[in-house]
């Protein structure tokens, strides 16, 4: 890949609202993975493998549990720099962040909201410091939009449970240490439970053939006859509450890391259109390279308004489920129109990997998907603006289908 020159954009000068704390940060992620993750990283994409060569240097810019306090061995942050980090992760590769995404908001978060203190004593120092790695399994081969309707079930044993099901679609499964894990009990309740790698009956199968997200790992979770020791059931939650307030941390930093990604797209189609040079002049001199560059930045610039607000409500503990909703949809989306107009401006060169621009485009494609659909996003908000709720509709007459 050509050298990282990347910089940031900061139309409207937002940096401004940052403390000096948020700004280094930054600063330390970005060094770091300048150095360490550029250069590696679209070798690790064709490969499609995961290079866990950086976890220790990730857990050392805080990418794991950034918002989870000393006493239990994160970093301590606030949610713009958790933001800010999750932002520079994904400038670099939507796996990566991920990975640190998926460590952070949906396996150390759930054992720190919900968990017992055991649990966190347990797990959070070891995943804060990357030498334990997790994963969250939610959704179910029959049951993706709709995890309400989960099939994975357990059944009380005595001083354990016995668990059985399966998930799919699970980053990180294959070389998860922990799971957090979303099942019903035998009154049809969702809990959540840690399971450990190396239990009798637990497994997960790699997925292969992935053309989006390929330095992150994807599996699945199987269960046959797991027996959990009760004392690993999150005891402070149940019901959908759970996995959802997980999501929403998840989808906060989500819709940081996508701006990062269109952030990318921007910076390196501003560098190119004034350096190539057709017809006698550099191509930026052209009104339609201005046009596709101006409305870039525009966008770019109201996302970047929009996130940091409601970073400013999260900090504050007032941002709603449905305002990050919106910041994640809106986000990905343009990031995936600015990376399609960005891989114009290059030409061919676009589609090479000297470039990450169609690598950040075949990631988004992933991120548009997980973590809820541009669809399920667009319910929320027309749930939350009107009262009512549009997800479930009355089964149709299936025999009068054509
Ligand atoms: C690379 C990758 C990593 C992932 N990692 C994880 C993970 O770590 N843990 C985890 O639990 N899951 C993970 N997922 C799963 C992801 O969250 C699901 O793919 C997502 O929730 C969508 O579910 P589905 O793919 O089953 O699509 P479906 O739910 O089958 O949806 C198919 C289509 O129908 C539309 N649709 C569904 N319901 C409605 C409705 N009510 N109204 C209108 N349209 C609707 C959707 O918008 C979509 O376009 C991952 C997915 C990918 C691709």
């Known amino acids: 890949m050509a050298q990282d020159l990347y910089t940031h954009p900061d139309y409207v000068l937002l940096d401004e609202f940052l403390t000096d704390e948020q700004k280094l940060v930054r600063e330390a992620a970005r060094t770091w993975l300048k150095k360490e993750a550029s250069p590696i990283v679209e070798e690790y994409f064709e490969k499609a493998e995961f290079p866990s060569q950086l976890i220790p240097g990730l857990a050392g810019i805080g990418a794991f549990g950034p918002y989870i306090p000393e006493e239990y061995g994160g970093p301590g942050l606030d949610q713009i720099s958790y933001g800010l980090l999750m932002q520079e992760i994904e400038r670099v590769d939507s796996g990566l962040r991920s990975t640190a995404s998926v460590q952070s908001s949906l396996v ?3 054992i720190w909201k919900f968990g017992s203190e055991e649990q966190k ?6 995943l804060a410091s990357g030498e334990w790695m997790g994963c969250f ?15 994975s079930h357990y059944t009380d044993a005595g001083d354990h449970v016995v668990l059985n099901g399966s998930k799919m679609w699970i980053s990180n499964a294959p070389f998860a240490h922990v799971a957090v894990v979303w099942a019903k009990d035998e009154t049809g309740r969702i809990h959540g439970l840690i399971l450990e790698r190396g239990m009798e009956g637990f497994s997960t199968p790699k997925m292969m053939k992935k ?3 390929r330095v992150s790992d994807t599996g699945e979770l199987l269960f046959e006859n797991v027996k959990v020791p009760k004392e690993n059931i999150l005891p402070n939650v149940s019901g959908l509450r759970g996995p959802l307030t997980c999501l929403d941390s998840a989808r906060y930093g989500i819709a940081w890391g996508a701006l990062g990604a269109a952030m990318d797209c921007y910076d390196q189609a501003l560098r190119y259109a004034k350096e190539r040079t057709q017809f006698g002049v550099p191509i930026a001199s052209f009104q339609l390279t201005q046009k596709k560059l101006a409305e870039m930045i525009t966008e770019i610039t109201k996302a970047q ?4 607000r409601v970073g400013q409500l999260r900090n504050e503990g007032r941002a709603t489920g449905a ?6 949809r809106n986000n990905v989306e343009i990031a995936l129109k600015i990376a399609r107009e960005a891989r ?8 090479t990997g000297d470039y990450s621009i169609m690598r950040h485009m075949a990631n988004l494609e992933s991120v548009v998907t997980y973590e809820g659909t541009q669809d399920i996003h667009l319910l929320i908000t027309g749930m939350d603006i009107t009262g009512i709720s549009a997800f479930k509709r009355d089964e149709p007459d299936l025999s009068k289908m054509k």
């Open 137 to 151: 399994g939610l959704t179910e081969p029959n049951h993706g939009s709709d995890p309400g309707s989960m099939e």
């Open 108 to 110: 150390m978060y759930p």
């Open 323 to 328: 305002q990050i909703s919106m910041i994640k």
């Open 344 to 351: 114009q401006i290059l030409g061919a060169m676009g589609i």
């Open 211 to 213: 053309h989006s997200l």
């Open 121 to 126: 004593r347990k797990y959070l120092p070891k």
């Open 305 to 308: 308004c929009l996130t940091l």
